[in-house]
């Protein structure tokens, strides 16, 4: 199993940026994905989840700016952030829980700047 995460970057508060991950070595269209954040001294938290049937979850903090899409014939999983702030930087990882392992992406970092 193979989770590439990419997208991130620098970005003003107000800003936007487009996380993508792409997933190899599962039947990607029947798993949730989700992307994580995990910001310094912090642990890691859900951000937002993508069922199979593209059902959605979000944490509070981002619910409204944040929005989890997924395209099951490329395998990719996409997190697009708008009306970024400070509060959002960390580094976002992607993840896949596979025969009862977990999976991550290698982490893309995010830092907003006020």
């Known amino acids: 199993v193979q989770l590439q995460a990419s997208g991130g970057g620098l970005v003003q508060a107000g800003g936007s940026l487009r996380l993508s991950c792409k997933a190899s070595?599962?039947?990607?269209?029947?798993?949730?994905i989700g992307w994580y954040r995990q910001a310094p001294g912090n642990q890691r938290e859900l951000v937002a989840r993508?069922?199979?049937?593209?059902?959605?979850n979000y944490a509070d903090a981002v619910n409204g700016r944040f929005t989890i899409s997924r395209d099951n014939v490329r395998r990719w999983v996409y997190l697009e952030m708008s009306n970024l702030g400070p509060e959002d930087t960390a580094v976002y990882y992607c993840?896949?829980?596979?025969?009862?392992?977990?999976?991550w992406g290698q982490g893309t970092q995010v830092t907003v700047s006020s």
């Open positions: 993508i069922t199979s049937d593209h059902s959605t």
């Open positions: 993840h896949v829980n596979f025969r009862s392992s977990d999976y």
């Open positions: 070595g599962i039947n990607f269209s029947i798993m949730p």
